[in-house]
């Protein structure tokens, strides 16, 4: 009886560990902060996925018209504020409102609301848009500082993985955002502690000047999209082959590929790994695929049990970003 009990504490304990050691091992990045909870990107998101206990909190980042690096996922503000009424003649030609339009000023006038598809959520669901209250789109700056100034009174030390979005567009307005991003991070000391901070794009323009123009020591991320998607800055289909990952090995430390691209489903429904996760693996690089979302699962998984079990077990990838930080972590215990 008594050694029944000792084996099974024993038991017990050795999967305690391991699922110790995977957690350890893996990188919860929390996706536009606590986003499946408040609206993307704002403080109040960012301080949510803190108490949660990610490892990286993830943002995305564009300009105002003074040059402000802002936290803000797209180029414009009409999905995710209420500019329209606010500035109701502000529009482009195309009907757009783009923040680069826009001084910090005038941005802290809007309120930020859960995204929207044209009329309807995006994610319905999650926070009412009717009772949003003023929630605002923070500064980099703001961003960084409420991260750091929980760390402080958390006694941890999440660190930050950011988004440098639309350089193209930037250009083409003269300006230059990832040398303005790296310049504020590089003022709030990322430039010494690389463990705390990964830099992502779409665009391996951006991470092959931030390594050789500005000889950066951040981490660079290649996120990987699909080739169809509007404005795809590269060519995706040739990235994931071994030649086109052997190139991005060269500038960075890893990759960040839409979940999709990591597996096939057969002819049962049962997903089956793709070649990617393992030829990145064999070339040293990281894999952080997005996104998880508790709410909407990827397609072919019936729980987030079967899918985490699949994304850490078989295709082993090092992290994930996900909107859902808390059931990650959760996953792990
Ligand atoms: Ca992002």
Known sequence: MKLAI????LINAQSCTSSQVERENFRVIAHRGASAYLPENTLEATAM????GPDFLECDLQLTKDNIPMVLHDRSLESTT??????????????????????????????????RRGEVLAFPGRFPEQSAPQLR????AEWIELIEGMNESRGVQVGIYVEV????????????????????????GYEDKTDKVFLQSFDPVDLIRAKEEFNTKIPLIQLIGMNEWPGAPADYVHMITEEGLQKVAEYAVGIGPFYRLLYDIDSKGRPQATLLSKTAKQL??????FTHRSDQLWEGFQSNDELLKFVVKTLGVHGVFTDHSDHVI????
């Open 165 to 188: 979005k639309a350089s193209p567009a930037y250009t083409n307005e003269g300006r230059d955002i990832l040398a303005i991003v790296l310049e504020v991070l590089r003022e709030y």
């Open 49 to 52: 996925a803190h108490a949660f």
């Open 330 to 333: 959760q996953f792990f215990k």
């Open 6 to 9: 000792i084996v099974l504490l």
């Open 284 to 289: 040293g690089l990281e894999i952080h695929p």
């Open 82 to 115: 209420n500019v329209s009424e606010v500035f109701p003649k502000r529009h482009r030609d195309d009907g757009r409102y783009y923040a680069i339009d826009f001084s910090w000023e005038e941005i802290q006038k809007l309120r930020v609301f859960e995204r």
């Open 137 to 140: 789109v923070p500064s980099f």
